[in-house]
């Protein structure tokens, strides 16, 4: 696996070694050996002249501005995260954009409308992307989207997970699938969250209007802005929401306002990629209000113990965070 990575850094892995590095990458249990395989890459610095603009124009220039960020030095701490993004961004890119390479190679032996690619964030990771109809996408951790390489009558995409939506507007329906149900818009803003392990479900309307219809239900539910269908014991309901709570996660930021503690920790697990424990029910009351943006899961669970009558523990072992009530 090693001699792999190291050909992918390089640009030199054959289509036929993408499938196995890509499954490598985006099994859980890996993360550790990624993280080795992938250090001596981190350490070396990082130019656009090292890349080549033809071949990844992309990374090129989020490389060059990078750079250019790191001159301003009000920047520093924000600029310091960054880059080691880009570090990491070697073994993402390669997790998000395998399926892409290798349909891509396989193209011309059928209808790019029959191909499917299918778009995969591991644990821990954001990013955005565009669809065929210019239409912009963000994907929250641990989310899954599948979509064809060239829409027909309708724009269909398929999705698990979290994602944002900037639908381009034409007269083709764009249709986002999940295992709750369909949510069909021609042109709008949306958030959509339907994660299958947490057997929940929300639609978040910015801007336009969007309609929701149940899996196996004959009547859907239109949202205007402002409004949000969630998923209840006893089916699905709508409520006004302040959207940014529900939205700012695209931009690098998790709002809270009066979020029960579960639920509280459930983002967090998902945002940094870790495991926290909550032995103690009693802890279930509690509410968390505030802002998490640049700082790192050790900030977060100083600022969690100092704001609320709790303590934890990390085991260094297991990796795995323990958060308990004060005595």
């Known amino acids: 696996m090693k001699n792999l ?56 220039e989020r490389i060059k501005e990078a750079i250019s960020l790191e001159n301003q030095k009000t920047m520093r701490r924000k600029i310091k995260i960054y880059a080691w993004g880009l570090r990491v961004a070697a073994v993402l890119v390669l997790a998000l954009l395998v399926s892409t390479i290798f349909f891509f190679q396989k193209a011309g032996q059928g209808q790019l409308a029959d191909q499917i690619q299918t778009i995969v964030t591991p644990p821990g990771a954001k990013t955005n992307i565009t669809l065929p109809d210019g239409s912009l996408v963000w994907l929250n951790s641990e989310t899954t989207l599948s979509y064809p390489l060239k829409f027909k009558h309708t724009r269909p995409v398929t999705l698990v997970g979290e994602a944002y939506f900037d639908v381009e507007k034409n007269n083709k329906p764009f249709v986002v699938i999940t295992n709750y149900g369909d949510v069909e818009v021609k042109g709008t803003s949306f958030n959509v969250k339907a994660y299958t392990d947490d057997n929940a479900f929300e639609t978040t309307l910015e801007e336009g209007i969007v309609a929701f219809k149940a899996t196996g239900e004959t009547e859907g539910i239109t949202l205007r802005p402002g409004e949000q269908v969630i998923k209840t014991d006893k089916g699905f309901a709508v409520t006004q929401v302040e959207t940014k709570y529900f939205t700012s996660w695209k931009e690098g930021k998790l709002l809270f306002n009066r979020e029960p503690f579960p639920l509280f920790i459930k983002k967090l697990e998902r945002w940094y990629n870790v495991s926290i424990e909550c032995p103690d029910h009693e802890l279930d009351e509690l509410w968390y209000t505030g802002t998490i943006e640049m700082e790192s899961i050790s900030e977060v669970m100083e600022m969690i113990s100092k704001a609320s009558p709790v303590t934890y523990s990390f085991n260094e072992k297991t990796r795995v965070f323990t958060i308990k009530k004060k005595k």
């Open 5 to 60: 990575f190291k050909k992918y850094y390089n640009s030199v892995l054959h289509p036929d070694e993408f499938p196995k590095v890509s499954a490598f990458i985006t099994d859980k249990k890996n993360e550790f050996m990624i993280f080795s395989l992938m250090k001596p890459f981190w350490n070396k610095e990082i130019n656009a002249e090292d890349v080549n603009p033809k071949t990844n124009p992309a990374l090129y």
